[in-house]
């Protein structure tokens, strides 16, 4: 029910080669020493007939400059040439070097200047943040409180936001994770949020990971949904960095990673359950608490899905009940990836309830044995299946219709 992940890390250098300079520098030392006091005279003749030389060619040269602002000719031209050539020299020489300079003096200054903000905030050298645990059941309102009767942990915080966790069915690996969060002016909905990752007993092993904002068809509610690695069991904060018009609030969840998960995970065989369909029922209203169930999704049972070589998708909602931030038209969606696929794969919704016309009129609900059955302990669930019987994707909370649609395909593009 676990995967892993790693990355390895390279680095290397390079070694100044000072002491080639150094050598090269006693060698003219040494040369200059070693110079007769004949040869001194006779260089600075030379060096005092070149420097005439210079001169004259100067002037000439001078003399030649045309109106216009170019340059004729100048005699003797052998001479000027000679002359010419190592003034050149030093001069390509010097403007290599400034060039050099100026090259490792922008490389100096990018490296001091920090990367571009990429405008979704995340952790700085010597930042602290605060890490909430869940909130006291007594201190939640009765909204909030139904919403962990449900199973979904709430964490409150100072500053007047709400952070609910959508799935707390965790383990090590790469997990679906999404939340709902409400702040002071209400529901957060920017388009994305970054997210920062650490364990609790290796707080410089970071990972940041940017939440996108989800909306629900109902175009009211909505959550921030991501995928996080835990790379092993233990505790986990997640440290969230809200955009505000001021700029970031950051609040900080724990998060406890058991060994498991208690629902199927990826890689699992998917229970062989015995759910009802219309041939089981006198009446599709028995199946679901929805107004207008589809009768594709009852047409086969888990078990004799899971017998029939082909891939499918479970739902587990209670349609008609869906009253909690996490609880959306999933049987809906369902239907549309029914319309998409048609019968590349097949499609099941399993209701929360064994009798569902009797919740809607009030009486007592009855929970289906299946839940137990697939370790379902929140109230909305949605698996992909491959035709071997092993779940490829899962769902705990809502899952837009994008998202359901995407996994399949994955599927049955093999």
């Known amino acids: 029910m676990a995967s892993r992940s790693n990355n390895p890390l390279l680095s290397f250098g390079r070694r100044p080669l000072v002491l080639i300079a150094l050598a090269a520098a006693a060698a003219l030392m040494l040369s200059g020493c070693a110079a007769t006091s004949d040869d001194q005279q006779q260089d600075q003749e030379q060096q005092q007939a070149v420097q005439q030389e210079q001169t004259a060619t100067a002037e000439s040269s001078s003399a030649g400059t045309t109106a216009s602002g170019s340059t004729t000719a100048t005699s003797p031209q052998r001479s000027t040439t000679a002359a010419a050539e190592p003034a050149e020299q030093q001069q390509q020489q010097q403007m290599a070097a400034e060039t050099a300079q100026e090259q490792q003096s922008q490389a100096d200054t990018m490296q001091e200047q920090p990367q571009d903000d990429d405008g979704m905030g995340g952790m700085s050298p010597g930042m602290s943040v605060g890490i ?23 964490y409150v915080s100072e500053q007047g936001y709400t952070i609910s966790l959508g799935t707390p069915d965790l383990s090590p690996g790469i997990h679906r994770i999404s939340f709902v969060i409400e702040g002071p002016d209400g529901l957060v909905e920017s388009p994305a949020m970054r997210i920062t990752v650490v364990p609790a007993d290796a707080p410089g092993e970071m990972q940041e990971v940017v939440a996108r904002f989800s909306r629900f068809p109902d175009g009211i509610r909505g959550f921030h949904v991501t995928a996080v690695d835990f790379a092993a069991v233990g505790r986990w904060n997640l440290i969230l960095h809200i955009p505000t018009a001021d700029g970031f609030t950051d609040i900080g969840v724990a998060v406890d990673i058991p060994v498991d998960t208690l629902a199927p995970s990826i890689g699992d065989a998917a229970p062989p359950s015995a759910s009802r369909t219309l041939l089981d029922v006198p009446n599709i209203s028995d199946l679901s608490t929805g107004e207008e169930p589809d009768p594709g999704l009852y047409i086969i049972s888990l078990a004799d899905a899971l017998e029939a070589d082909k891939p499918f998708v479970v739902v587990f909602a209670s349609p008609g009940f869906c009253t909690n931030a996490f609880c959306g038209p999933q049987a809906e969606v369902l239907s549309e990836v029914r319309t998409i696929f048609g019968d590349q794969a097949n499609y099941i919704h399993v209701d929360l309830y064994e009798n569902p016309e009797q919740v809607r009129f009030g009486e007592e609900p009855i929970e289906t044995p299946i839940l137990e059955e697939w370790g379902l302990h929140t109230d909305e669930w949605t698996f992909v299946v491959n035709a071997e019987g ?25």
């Open 390 to 414: 092993i779940v490829v994707a899962r769902f705990e909370a809502f899952a837009p219709l994008a998202e359901v649609e995407a996994a399949l395909a994955a599927v049955l593009e093999g």
């Open 132 to 154: 909430l645990t869940e909130a006291n059941y007594d201190d939640l309102s009765p909204r909030l409180q139904l919403l962990r009767d449900s199973g979904y942990p709430v």
